[in-house]
């Protein structure tokens, strides 16, 4: 069966660096686009990236362009999510997704306080 299995999350300093990581199974990672979401308490989820089959396109949220980088390995069946210089509303469980499909990880929670 389907499974997008989520870590790298954790307690960071705003300013810092986390890179998440999804590891897919079950499906032919390589015919879909992935995205990332995210979830803040108290408020709805939130789309952050997504990245194509091949990872020959992307988009971002504004409030992340420029700091997150989405990428993907197909050979390893991975997608990651690069988020740098990170700010205390970046604090969310943040969650990969096969695009166009219901199929969703369970995720993995990013923290930033000092």
């Known amino acids: 069966q389907v499974q997008l299995v989520e870590s790298g999350g954790g307690l960071v300093q705003p300013g810092g660096s986390l890179r998440l990581s999804c590891a897919a199974s079950?499906?032919?990672?390589?015919?879909?686009?992935m995205s990332w979401y995210r979830q803040a308490p108290g408020k709805e989820r939130e789309l952050v990236a997504h990245?194509?089959?091949?990872?020959?396109?992307?988009n971002y949220a504004d409030s992340v362009k420029g700091r997150f980088t989405i990428s993907r390995d197909n050979a390893k069946n991975t997608v990651y999510l690069q988020m740098n210089s990170l700010k205390a509303e970046d604090t969310a469980v943040y969650y990969c997704?096969?695009?166009?499909?219901?199929?969703w990880g369970q995720g993995t929670q990013v923290t930033v306080s000092s």
């Open positions: 997704k096969v695009r166009y499909q219901g199929w």
């Open positions: 990245i194509t089959s091949a990872g020959g396109s992307t």
């Open positions: 079950g499906f032919t990672f390589s015919n879909y686009a």
